[in-house]
């Protein structure tokens, strides 16, 4: 399937009257619980002993769910929560599984359960995260998507894959043959912006699976300015700018494990930065839900 097939089918969603472009607040929940490795990692990284101090204490700085709900409900925004189920067992031989297979959570574990549904019930979104391995294994996938609807009680409509894994337009077939209704891995990896400037949601099949870009992502912001706040807060600004000029939809990743004053202040105050300025330059927050049910989109 070629490019042109793939991505032709845009859609430009109408703005409500009064806003000045739509944006979409999403959390891809990696970690729920901070550990050893967690606090060791980010003191040598960052060279604050803030990240050690709770290491022998019962406070867990990863658990923000609250916080992040009462903080975005200050400005009416609602957003998604992409869960994660991973299952790789740790491999001796390869380094890196340790990091993906250590700290994960269960997501039937009842802590967990609890806070799932009331995520959903407070009219938050609910997706999947993925696995590592399961953007190419329809069956993993599949009972990765089952395990989280039973937690739930109902369908999930929407998915992003861990670690951005996509194979183009393999992924994305998978996922719309297991029911999910869109994907937001679609990402430029590694900095912020526009992958291949397509600036609008589309749908690759020319049905109605929906691809939505992810435009900015905490982590790469930050590295992208050098870890200089001012700078950060220009770069979102310039993007908000975009956004509302080209219509295009301000979709935003950004982890919940960031989202605490505490452990990371400067990531915490770029979040609430950019809520802030985005409900001043009219932004209009929405979750996939709006753009897969509304009838008010341009088709291209």
């Known amino acids: 399937m070629t490019d042109e097939v793939l991505f032709k089918n845009y859609i430009i969603p109408e703005i409500p009257r009064g806003k000045n472009f739509l944006i979409w607040l999403s959390h891809d929940v990696d970690r729920v619980q901070k550990t050893i490795f967690h606090s060791i990692y980010y003191f040598f990284k960052e060279r ?5 101090q709770d290491i022998f204490s019962k406070n867990n700085p990863y658990w923000n769910f609250d ?17 994660l189920n991973e299952t790789m067992k740790a491999d001796i031989l390869q380094p890196k599984s340790y990091i993906l297979a250590k700290g994960r959570y269960d997501i039937t574990s009842p802590k967990i359960k609890q806070i799932i549904k009331a995520i959903d019930k407070n009219g938050w979104e609910v997706g999947l995260h993925g696995s590592y391995q399961s953007f190419l294994d329809k069956e993993l996938l599949t009972r990765e998507k089952r395990t989280l609807e039973e937690v739930i009680g109902h369908e999930i409509g929407g998915i992003r894959q861990h670690y951005w894994n996509n194979v183009i337009p393999k992924t994305w077939a998978i996922q719309r043959s297991i029911g999910l209704k869109y994907d937001a891995t679609f990402a430029t990896k590694d900095d912020i912006g526009f992958r291949e400037n397509i600036y609008y949601p589309f749908r690759p099949f020319d049905d109605d699976f929906l691809v939505i870009p992810t435009v900015i992502m905490e982590y790469y912001l930050f590295n992208k300015a050098d870890g200089n706040v001012d700078v950060a807060k220009k770069m979102i600004n310039d993007l908000i700018d975009f956004c509302k000029n080209k219509r295009a939809v301000f979709s935003v990743l950004w982890h919940p494990h960031f989202i605490n004053p505490k452990e990371f202040p400067d990531l915490y105050n770029l979040y609430e930065y950019l809520l802030k300025r985005a409900s001043e330059e009219g932004g209009y927050f929405i979750t996939p839900k709006n753009l897969l049910s509304s009838e008010r989109v341009k088709w291209k």
Not at 48 to 52: D, E, I, R, V
Not at 67 to 83: C, D, H, P, V, W
């Open 67 to 83: 916080r992040i709900m009462a903080l975005e409900g200050q400005y009416n925004a609602k957003s998604t929560f992409f869960f």
């Open 48 to 52: 604050k002993f803030s990240h050690l």
